[in-house]
């Protein structure tokens, strides 16, 4: 058996979590819950569980599970928030591309099937390579609180700018 030193996931694994969905909680902590923004309508945070740096969910403040639940204001803000995230992404990591969606329900693949959010994945050429295809390890290059810092300034730039 191969085994893989994560140290840093102590600090989550040890917190004791309370028992919620993870987006309706999130202001609770909202610097060890990655919290990149917080805006009336949307919450943006970073993924515990990435796929690359960067990787961002966009999740309505409501706790629904389906987009025919949300009101068109919600939507829109949804939108505008996913909009701003990915503008974000783009210019501080500079991606080559980017991945975007949601998954509906458990069975399409949504890790928290109650609460519906959409994904921002950052792409670079060269991503994968041969770590997960021979290793089954993912390597990401940047620690998450460190991609969190770097992030949230500039989400508090957009809000600041905005607001004035």
Not at 6 to 27: K, L, V
Not at 80 to 106: C, F, T, W, Y
Not at 108 to 136: K, Q, Y
Request: charged content about 20%; hydrophobic content about 45%.
């Amino acid at each position: 058996m191969e085994v893989m030193w994560a140290p840093w996931r102590m600090t989550y694994i040890g917190r004791g979590r309370s028992e919620g969905c993870i987006f309706c909680i999130a202001d609770q902590e909202p610097e060890q819950d990655l919290v990149l923004a917080a805006w009336p309508a949307a919450l943006v945070m970073l993924n515990l569980f990435p796929y690359n740096n960067g990787h961002v969910l966009v999740a309505p403040r409501r706790h629904v599970a389906r987009l025919g639940e949300l009101t068109q204001e919600e939507y829109g803000g949804l939108m505008d928030a996913l909009r701003v995230s990915v503008g974000i992404l783009e210019r501080v990591l500079k991606p080559q591309g980017m991945n975007v969606g949601i998954n509906l329900g458990a069975t399409a693949g949504a890790g928290i099937a109650d609460h519906l959010h959409w994904h921002a994945v950052p792409r670079w050429d060269g991503d994968t390579n041969f770590m997960p295809v021979l290793g089954e390890v993912k390597v990401l290059p940047q620690h998450l609180q460190a991609s969190h810092s770097e992030l949230r300034r500039h989400f508090d730039a957009w809000v600041t700018q905005r607001a004035t």
